[in-house]
């Protein structure tokens, strides 16, 4: 995915309340206007939220954020949408030493900028990954963490997710969304369907099925530094064609298209230091367990890295920033499954008039397949809660990336915040 992380842009509302009140109370309410000239679609998104945050203790806290979302499309024939959406609720009790949460919400993992190989937990909305960041576009789970402080400089964390929830291309009337790459399947003239629908077989609950992991993070010197371990379930699954015993009509195969969420191990580790005007980061995830859909049929099991580099510099008024990106593949048993993929990431932003203005431009390269996203915004944000924003963005290249299947979704959008 192409993550385009805006919370650094808009400005965040002044909830912060004097120390003596214990609940703290915000909203906002947002408008995106989408157009996606080459797919023929225009879509309009309005969405009311509210915060609520809650400490009558030293020893307690609670959160709960959520909205309520519209959607009113063009999309080759008129669509409407809605729902109501939880994407924090949670309580948390603890001292000085350790705490424990439960609830729902978004567990973030890594530290680069744009695209975190270790941040696995939260399944991902494609959608708003495009429009908002990667930040909107993380879907909640259900969950309990731990930490323990072991001092200032060691913390030992402990994540355990007891329900999967698959990622989507767009919570909004998903079928139709143009950004349901699913839609783009074309089928041989010899495989006949028995219903256009995907059979998903999502694990269900059970002890079985719970994911969950741990995590260190510790400081020495000026470098901050963590290492962890994750058992989940991928939030986008392996698509199969299986034939159905017996129906076959002619030369032709009757079957079903099957979407499994398989297994995965991950071993990640990275770190962050300052030096001076440079912030420097790294990130590696090492998936020991993984399956891959298999150029022979079915499904194999695998290997996979995720590995980068990057850094982060502010001067005045600019902000740049830069990484190289390391994505690598392979299974034992099918060797089409052999991918190795180098991608270069870049931005640079800069304020204007105070602080008022805000304009941005970020790139993707994929130097392996000549592949790309580019995309150009601006901000305008006359009061503190309010902002304006227009964008454009456009995918360029052709390949097997994730990059290159999002061709012909280029798009213009505009955006109005206002937060109380």
């Known amino acids: 995915m192409i993550p385009l992380d805006l919370s650094a842009c808009l400005l965040t509302a002044p909830h912060q309340q004097p120390a003596t009140k214990t609940v703290d109370v915000g909203g906002n309410f947002t408008v995106v206007a989408d157009f996606l000239p080459k797919r023929d679609a225009a879509e309009l998104r309005p969405r009311a939220g509210i915060e609520i945050e809650a400490a009558p203790s030293s020893h307690f806290r609670m959160r709960l954020e959520g909205f309520v979302e519209a959607l009113a499309a063009d999309r080759g024939g008129r669509v409407l949408d809605a729902g109501v959406r939880v994407r924090e609720a949670w309580i948390e009790v603890g001292g000085a030493r350790a705490d424990v949460r439960a609830g729902y919400g978004r567990l973030v993992w890594g530290r680069l900028d744009e695209i975190q190989p270790s941040d696995v ?3 991902l909305d494609t959608s708003r990954f495009l429009f908002e960041g990667r930040s909107a576009a993380r879907l909640p789970v259900a969950f309990v963490t731990g930490r323990w402080f072991l001092s200032e400089r060691l913390v030992v964390e402990a994540a355990l997710v007891p329900k999967f929830r698959r990622a989507v291309f767009d919570e909004l009337d998903e079928p139709t969304s143009p950004f349901n790459l699913f839609n783009d399947l074309v089928l041989p003239a010899s495989i006949a369907l028995t219903s ?14 719970v994911s969950g992991g741990g995590r260190v993070r510790a400081t020495v010197g ?13 939030g986008f699954g392996t698509l199969t064609f299986e034939p159905h015993f017996g129906a076959q ?3 032709t195969v009757v079957g079903s298209l099957v979407e499994r969420f398989p297994r995965f191990t991950m071993i990640s580790g990275d770190f962050e230091t300052v030096r001076g005007e440079w912030a420097l980061r790294g990130e590696a995830a090492v998936f020991m367990e993984k399956k891959f859909a298999s150029s022979l049929g079915g499904v194999v099991d695998g290997r996979a890295i995720d590995a980068g580099v990057g850094f982060d510099r502010r001067a005045g008024s600019y902000r740049v920033f830069g990484s190289v990106l390391l994505q690598s593949q392979w299974s034992a048993a099918d060797a089409a499954v052999e991918k190795t993929n180098v991608s270069v990431v870049g931005s640079i932003e800069r304020q204007l008039a105070r602080d008022k203005y805000l304009v941005r431009a970020f790139s993707i390269v994929n130097a392996s397949d000549g592949s790309g996203f580019i995309r150009a915004l ?7 809660n309010f902002a304006l924003e227009f964008s454009a963005a456009a995918f360029f290249g052709t390949g097997d990336d994730t990059l290159s299947r999002f061709k012909e979704r280029d798009f213009v959008l505009s955006r109005v915040v206002v937060l109380f």
Do not use: C, Q
């Open 222 to 234: 000026r470098v901050d530094f963590a290492a962890a371990v994750y058992r989940g379930f991928e």
């Open 249 to 251: 009509i002619g030369p």
């Open 378 to 384: 601006g901000i305008w944000h006359p009061r503190d």
């Open 121 to 123: 937990i939260n399944p």
């Open 196 to 209: 256009p629908n995907l059979e998903r077989r999502k694990p269900t609950m059970s002890w079985a099925n």
